[in-house]
């Protein structure tokens, strides 16, 4: 359930920032879209939600303005106004990875997730660069503009970053009852690394590479890398490597990718983070993957052959060849959505990789 909204639409912060509308709230903030009358543009305007987040706020504000990279959305202003603290960040118009693309796929394939750790890895290893690290890496700190052609992929809440090492550090300190009742916590727990969990003083660098290998193995699986719930703690402090996701050897097309994607992750996710790439080392093990950018369209299975092919009804009313083995994932049925990219072919175009929707 929603807490009480602190602003509402027209309420205008230090003479300079109009309130449009509410966007959402974590378990430290809201978060408004907004005007910046001074400098007219549309910004995010966060706000803590109680005391003891506001102590951390400003230091906050302060850390994550020291990151200036693309795939970081950017803390532009920190003020106070009428007893409240407010952080201004980069509005980006779009959905977080969560909302965006876990929840429209079934599973995202090698060539998508390849491009989202590639931009990822290169935000973090920014930032981890100027000193600043997230602690809190999860699908929903992530935002995305452009539906499956990811225009833009940007890390957030950078802002809060110092807010949220400290709640979970307070949370797992207070054992499984206070975990269960932090939302913060439970939100990130099944991307938190060992170290954040005992003890959780000790979440450094390596720790968002932990976190950015379980939303990856995330994303190519379908499946977190362990578990949900509070189960996950032992199985993360256990760290068994995840098993290689059954997809990626299915079919040939997807095998060399996918395996180099599986082996990147594994090294994201050891136990000793000593044995993690860093951000940087990681971004150009990133570069040497071999993986296309083009357009992704929607369409709807129209019909089967009886052989291993089909015809996609593309969203403008073409049909699209595909062959069996372009599908990762699980088959679509006829009449489902799925998501592909387009090439050349005669008569029809033809589609691939192909991907069932949710």
Same mark, same amino acid.
């Given at each position: 359930?929603?807490?009480?909204?602190?602003?509402?639409?027209?309420?205008?912060?230090?003479?300079?920032?109009?309130?449009?509308?509410?966007?959402?709230?974590?378990?430290?903030?809201?978060?408004? !879209? @907004?005007?910046?009358? @001074?400098?007219?543009?549309? $910004?995010?305007?966060?706000?803590?939600?109680?005391?003891? =987040?506001?102590?951390?706020?400003?230091?906050?504000?302060?850390?994550? =303005?020291? $990151?200036?990279?693309?795939? $970081?959305?950017? &803390?532009?202003?920190?003020?106070?106004?009428? #007893?409240?603290?407010?952080?201004?960040?980069?509005?980006?118009?779009?959905?977080?990875?969560?909302?965006?693309?876990?929840?429209?796929?079934?599973?995202?394939? +090698?060539?998508?997730?390849?491009?989202?750790?590639?931009?990822?890895?290169?935000?973090? @290893?920014?930032?981890?660069? =100027?000193?600043?690290?997230?602690?809190?890496?999860? +699908?929903?700190?992530?935002?995305?503009?452009?539906?499956?052609?990811? &225009?833009?992929?940007?890390? &957030?809440?950078?802002?809060? =970053?110092?807010?949220?090492?400290?709640?979970?550090?307070?949370?797992?300190?207070?054992?499984?009852?206070?975990?269960?009742?932090?939302?913060?916590?439970?939100?990130?727990?099944? !991307?938190?690394? %060992?170290?954040?969990?005992?003890?959780?003083?000790?979440?450094?660098?390596?720790?968002?590479?932990?976190?950015?290998?379980?939303?990856? *193995?995330?994303?190519?699986?379908?499946?977190?890398?362990?578990?949900?719930?509070?189960?996950?703690?032992?199985?993360?402090?256990?760290?068994?490597?995840? %098993?290689?996701?059954?997809?990626?050897?299915?079919?040939?097309?997807?095998?060399?990718?996918?395996?180099?994607?599986?082996?990147?992750?594994?090294?994201?996710?050891?136990?000793?983070?000593?044995?993690?790439?860093?951000?940087?080392?990681?971004?150009?093990?990133?570069?040497?993957?071999?993986?296309?950018?083009?357009?992704?369209?929607?369409?709807?299975?129209?019909? *089967?052959?009886?052989?291993?092919?089909?015809?996609?009804?593309?969203?403008? #009313?073409?049909?699209?060849?595909?062959?069996?083995?372009?599908?990762? #994932?699980? &088959?679509?049925?006829?009449?489902?959505?799925?998501?592909?990219?387009?090439? +050349?072919?005669? +008569?029809?175009?033809?589609?691939?990789?192909?991907?069932?929707?949710?």
């Amino acid at each position: 359930m929603s807490s009480r909204q602190i602003h509402h639409p027209e309420d205008c912060i230090n003479n300079r920032y109009k309130i449009i509308n509410f966007i959402g709230e974590g378990g430290m903030q809201q978060v408004y !879209y @907004a005007e910046d009358l @001074a400098l007219k543009r549309k $910004v995010a305007l966060k706000v803590p939600k109680n005391m003891s =987040a506001e102590k951390r706020f400003k230091r906050s504000a302060v850390v994550s =303005a020291r $990151v200036n990279h693309p795939n $970081v959305a950017k &803390t532009l202003d920190y003020l106070e106004d009428g #007893g409240n603290l407010y952080l201004i960040e980069e509005f980006i118009s779009g959905q977080d990875l969560k909302e965006g693309v876990i929840q429209k796929l079934q599973v995202v394939d +090698p060539y998508l997730t390849a491009k989202i750790f590639h931009y990822l890895a290169k935000g973090i @290893a920014a930032s981890h660069r =100027a000193g600043v690290i997230h602690r809190d890496l999860k +699908p929903s700190n992530i935002m995305v503009s452009g539906s499956f052609n990811l &225009t833009e992929i940007k890390i &957030t809440d950078f802002g809060i =970053a110092k807010m949220a090492e400290e709640e979970i550090s307070n949370a797992v300190e207070g054992g499984e009852s206070s975990m269960s009742n932090s939302s913060t916590v439970l939100g990130a727990l099944p !991307y938190m690394a %060992p170290e954040m969990i005992q003890p959780p003083q000790n979440a450094d660098k390596p720790s968002d590479i932990w976190s950015l290998g379980a939303m990856m *193995y995330e994303l190519i699986s379908g499946e977190k890398p362990f578990g949900v719930g509070l189960i996950t703690v032992q199985n993360i402090l256990n760290a068994a490597p995840p %098993p290689k996701p059954t997809h990626l050897d299915d079919k040939i097309q997807f095998q060399p990718l996918g395996t180099q994607l599986y082996e990147l992750i594994l090294l994201c996710l050891k136990k000793n983070r000593e044995e993690r790439p860093t951000a940087d080392e990681l971004v150009q093990k990133c570069e040497k993957l071999c993986y296309p950018v083009v357009d992704r369209k929607e369409g709807i299975v129209d019909e *089967y052959s009886q052989w291993d092919w089909g015809f996609i009804k593309s969203n403008d #009313g073409r049909k699209i060849f595909f062959h069996l083995d372009s599908v990762y #994932g699980e &088959t679509p049925p006829i009449g489902r959505k799925v998501c592909f990219s387009e090439f +050349p072919g005669s +008569p029809c175009k033809r589609a691939h990789p192909v991907v069932l929707m949710q």
